[in-house]
């Protein structure tokens, strides 16, 4: 099947943004990136807003826009419904944060931050589940979607909090972070990998390279080096953040490429 770059594009980048404004809500429970809170919040929103943006240019007129958005159902809807309400939440919580809330205000929104992030990422995956393409009716599928988004979004705080200079405890935790994004998208890809067939495919060398090595690998080791390297932290996040965003692509582009109609089995075109 033709690979849907508008898709990719979207669930790419507002998956990360969600979960970057994720790990801010994450760091009202820590308060060691006093910093990078604010700009990490306006960065996530930016993101969740462009691959919204994204997601408009695949339906290509106002018109069709409208008809979806006026139709509640699964699919596109869910999709633009998860997002809108992300952006309030990150909103919300940016406020009460520059206004210097309560902290448990605070945590509150934070908390809410990282249940909507996990919900939209998987969400964004589950709604290409369906019965008639034999690799994407797995729930393994949005699972992979869920573990590029959390490296990406962890590695975008790494990077934010090496820009910001927060100090070693703050970048410390934030590769931490890093790493456990980085084992989200190395296991939950892996899984889709395996029971799709694309591990062993024709889509082997991006699964490997891009997917696995890119995607997930290649963030994890800069996480761990930075646990004990804070003077390097601005370099590493760079290369965790380029890795991790290139996994998420990838995977996406396999997503499509990998496609099988159930009836093309038949000798049915679709």
């Known amino acids: 099947?033709?690979?849907?770059?508008?898709?990719?594009?979207?669930?790419?980048?507002?998956?990360?943004?969600?979960?970057?404004?994720?790990?801010?809500?994450i760091d009202a429970f820590k308060?060691?990136?006093?910093?990078?809170?604010?700009?990490?919040?306006?960065?996530?929103?930016?993101?969740?807003?462009?691959?919204?943006?994204?997601?408009?240019?695949?339906?290509?007129?106002?018109d069709r826009i409208m008809a979806v958005l006026a139709h509640p159902a699964p699919g596109i809807f869910l999709e633009a419904l998860l997002l809108g309400i992300d952006v309030v939440v990150a909103v919300v919580f940016l406020l009460l944060y520059r206004r210097g809330a309560s902290a448990g205000a605070c945590k509150a929104l934070g908390a809410v931050a990282v249940a909507m992030a996990a919900v939209f990422?998987?969400?964004?995956?589950?709604?290409?589940?369906?019965?008639?393409?034999?690799?994407?009716?797995?729930?393994?599928?949005?699972?992979?979607?869920?573990?590029?988004?959390?490296?990406?979004?962890?590695?975008?705080?790494?990077?934010?909090?090496?820009?910001r200079k927060e100090d070693d405890a703050a970048l410390i935790w934030a590769a931490q972070l890093t790493v456990a994004g980085a084992l989200a998208a190395v296991v939950l890809p892996a899984v889709w990998g395996f029971a799709s067939g694309v591990a062993?495919?024709?889509?082997?060398?991006?699964?490997?390279?891009?997917?696995?090595a890119c995607g997930g690998i290649a963030p994890l080791a800069c996480g761990l080096v930075g646990m004990k390297k804070t003077a390097s932290a601005l370099p590493l996040a760079v290369v965790a953040v380029v890795g991790a965003f290139i996994g998420s692509v990838a995977y996406r582009v396999l997503m499509w490429t990998a496609s099988v109609a159930l009836m093309s089995l038949f000798g049915v075109g679709i």
């Open 121 to 163: 990422s998987f969400s964004c995956g589950s709604s290409y589940m369906m019965a008639s393409q034999l690799a994407w009716n797995t729930p393994a599928l949005p699972l992979g979607y869920l573990g590029g988004a959390m490296a990406s979004g962890a590695a975008c705080w790494y990077l934010l909090c090496a820009v």
């Open 200 to 212: 062993a495919g024709d889509g082997a060398v991006l699964f490997w390279v891009g997917v696995m």
């Open 1 to 25: 099947m033709e690979i849907q770059w508008s898709l990719v594009l979207f669930t790419a980048l507002s998956g990360a943004g969600a979960w970057l404004v994720a790990c801010a809500g």
């Open 31 to 62: 308060g060691l990136a006093r910093k990078t809170v604010v700009p990490a919040i306006v960065v996530g929103i930016a993101l969740i807003v462009i691959g919204g943006l994204a997601s408009a240019t695949h339906l290509s007129h106002v």
